[in-house]
């Protein structure tokens, strides 16, 4: 598969492969018994007979075509009498380098979701997609904003497949699961014995796994200061180093990263990098809540039907006004575990009740608040930024228990521990 030419002492070309006539766009009957620079002006064959030295894995450029080449002398009683060059298109070899990061990687590189699996007709909907078809065609940072459980990683996985990278990895990263003693390594990679407990071999990090991909950075606001000035660099450079390495690494990596956190609040509490907000909102998308979206509901109570039971679910005008009336605070995951509660209970109790006591119980937990903390309406008042500060000191102080007042309060513990803190 690799091009091969041979000259004798003189530059004069010996032998000239298929391959090579493929690569260099010339016929072995045009250039044997020529001259080689006459034909492949960029050569260096001619540095290597004189010099009796080999070049190893060098660039030359042919044409439009960079080829990736190795030119060796051949040494007959220590005289030169020849040169042999192999050469193959790196964009072959790129091809090969892809396929050993997939097989040394042992993950599913996948996305699975395209822009039909994002249910919905409603005009925030349709705009929303129109948007991102527009800029799956770029290879341009896309930052998508929104609440919890809106669909940011499904909207990422339509825009990789519907994009021309759609054929490469998809990886996906969420920055807020990971410990940040872990996070930079999970990123960019590591050296064999770089630190305790670094697996034997080194690892590959997620950037060099989506090498001609996407990568997905998911709650990209929670990321430590430190790592969003790596990853601001390695945006800008497009180029990783593993910990450890001295060696640099080029990428070529289509970012998406998402937040539901408002990024500029977090810059001006100097929680953020400003120029990796500005590096990362080149295209901007905006998910919306459920609230917003409300003509939505009926089809999306359908699709996750269709996902769990394969059938049809017939919803009542009273049923869907109950549907659109509730404020759906875990937005359209908060739907899919409504109706899979409606497709196990679906045959022996009514549908109406399944909502009644699904409503009942975000109810309680409202009513477990106000009911131990009478004290809450007796706060300053101030910006609603300070309200919601006295507001979870106060309940803390009650539970003592950050898991039950996530709960309580209708929100995840991740997002509790970030006000907290």
């Known amino acids: 598969h690799e091009g091969i030419i041979v000259t004798d002492e003189k530059g004069f070309v010996t032998f000239f492969n298929p391959s090579a006539e493929k690569i260099m766009n010339i016929k072995s009957k045009d250039i044997i018994g020529k001259r080689v620079d006459e034909y492949i002006p960029t050569t260096e064959l001619y540095k290597v007979i004189k010099t009796g030295k080999s070049q190893l894995g060098k660039i030359q450029k042919i044409k ?8 060796i002398p051949i040494l007959i009683n220590n005289e030169v009498q020849g040169v042999v060059a192999t050469f193959q298109n790196i964009n072959k070899i790129q091809d090969y380098e892809f396929q ?22 409603c005009k925030n909907t349709k705009e929303l997609i129109s948007k991102a078809k527009i800029y799956a065609k770029s290879d341009s940072t896309i930052l998508i904003s929104g609440e919890s459980g809106t669909g940011k990683e499904i909207l990422a996985q339509s825009i990789h497949n519907y994009s021309n990278r759609n054929k490469n990895p998809f990886v996906a990263i969420n920055c807020s699961a990971i410990a940040e003693n872990l996070l930079e390594s999970e990123l960019f990679g590591y050296e064999e014995g770089s630190f305790t407990g670094a697996v034997k071999g080194g690892k590959m990090g997620v950037f060099e796994l989506a090498h001609k991909g996407t990568i997905f950075l998911d709650e990209i606001g929670s990321m ?15 180029e990783v180093r593993r910990i450890g390495s001295d060696r640099i690494i080029k990428v070529d990596v289509r970012v998406i990263a998402a937040t539901n956190n408002n990024l500029i609040e977090e810059v001006e509490k100097s929680k953020f990098r400003k120029d990796l907000y500005y590096r990362l909102n080149v295209l901007k998308l905006n ?31 009273e049923l869907e006004d109950q549907l659109k009336n509730y404020h759906w605070p875990g937005n359209v995951r908060e739907l899919g575990n409504f109706v899979q509660r409606v497709v196990l209970l679906n045959d022996t109790v009514d549908i109406h009740d399944i909502f009644n006591e699904f409503v009942r119980e975000g109810e309680f937990k409202n009513l477990q608040i106000n009911q131990t903390n009478k004290n809450i309406l007796e706060i300053n008042r101030g910006t609603l930024k300070d309200m919601e500060k006295e507001i979870i000191s106060k309940l803390y102080k009650e ?6 007042l996530a709960e ?14």
């Not at 430590?224 to 497009?238: A, M, V």
């Not at 539970?399 to 039950?404: A, G, L, P, R, V």
């Not at 309580?408 to 803190?421: A, V």
Request: hydrophobic share 35%; glycine share 4%; no cysteine.
């Open 64 to 71: 439009n075509t960079k080829i990736l080449t190795n030119r």
């Open 399 to 404: 539970h003592k228990n950050k898991t039950m």
């Open 100 to 121: 050993i990061r997939k097989e040394l990687s042992h993950k599913g590189l996948i996305s699975k979701y395209t822009f039909e699996n994002f249910v919905g007709e």
């Open 408 to 421: 309580n309060l209708g929100i995840s513990r991740t997002t509790l521990w970030k006000k907290m803190k």
């Open 224 to 238: 430590p200061l430190k790592l969003q000035s790596i990853l601001l660099r390695t945006l800008q450079e497009k």
């Open 287 to 317: 998910t919306f809540p459920l609230r917003d979206r409300k003509e939505d509901i009926k089809a999306l109570f359908q699709y996750f039907a269709d996902i769990h039971m394969n059938k049809l679910i017939t919803i009542d005008s």
